[in-house]
T-cell receptor, first 112, second 113 residues
Framework: SQQGEEDPQALSIQEGENATMNCSYK?????LQWYRQNSGRGLVHLIL?????REKHSGRLRVTLDTSKKSSSLLITASRAADTASYFC????????????FGEGTQLTVNP | DGGITQSPKYLFRKEGQNVTLSCEQN?????MYWYRQDPGQGLRLIYY???????QKGDIAEGYSVSREKKESFPLTVTSAQKNPTAFYLC????????????FGPGTRLTVT
């Protein structure tokens, strides 16, 4: 069963605006990852945050993790039309080995 | 170039036929995974393999079969027992070690009519 749930399911913004996506999960995790999927393509890894980290940055991406609330957020700053894609969080539970559980995803549309 | 390849990109089959989807990686990864994705949905794990000659069922293994005879290859067979096989199939690989970052192939879109 899917552990991660993203919110919102869909987000439409204008170029230059910030986009925030949220992910909630149910069990204790080792790491949480965010992936991006362009339409009809495979997923690409964006950023990983470990369970003992609270915030991480990579370029225009900022990820936060709140293990007490079992939630994470992905912020994309100064969005571009090329950021249009689906974004998924993925967790590896402490008991699941190398399995990842993916959420349902947020479809982000950035309008030029 | 290191990477993970899936072929073909599009596949069409008639109901009642088995079909095998190819997945090959040259990343020297121990672990490989098969996911199914339906329109507008997330990924659901079908099967995964953490080492050659070993594999485990995922969340939706019924109607599918796999083999892992070589480290580089993890083919997925969609059998006629799979009730609703039309979907986008994604293969991924990882080192099998934490933090388990996965690398994905481009996917195969299977249509069964």
């Amino acid at each position: 069963s899917q552990q991660g749930e993203e919110d919102p399911q869909a987000l439409s913004i204008q170029e230059g605006e910030n986009a925030t996506m949220n992910c909630s999960y149910k069990t204790s995790i080792n790491n949480l990852q965010w992936y991006r999927q362009n339409s009809g393509r495979g997923l690409v890894h964006l950023i990983l945050i470990r369970s003992n980290e609270r915030e991480k940055h990579s370029g225009r991406l900022r990820v936060t993790l709140d293990t007490s609330k079992k939630s994470s957020s992905l912020l994309i700053t100064a969005s571009r039309a090329a950021d249009t894609a689906s974004y998924f969080c993925a967790t590896d539970a402490k008991t699941s080995g190398s399995r990842l559980t993916f959420g349902e995803g947020t479809q982000l549309t950035v309008n030029p | 170039d290191g990477g993970i390849t899936q072929s073909p990109k599009y596949l069409f089959r008639k109901e009642g036929q088995n079909v095998t989807l190819s997945c090959e990686q040259n990343l020297n990864h121990d672990a490989m995974y098969w996911y199914r994705q339906d329109p507008g949905q997330g990924l659901r794990l079908i099967y995964y393999s953490q080492i050659v000659n070993d594999f485990q069922k995922g969340d939706i293994a019924e109607g599918y079969s796999v083999s892992r005879e070589k480290k580089e290859s993890f083919p997925l067979t969609v059998t006629s027992a799979q009730k609703n096989p039309t979907a986008f199939y994604l293969c991924a690989s990882s080192t099998g070690l934490p933090p388990y970052e996965q690398y994905f192939g481009p996917g195969t879109r299977l249509t069964v009519t």
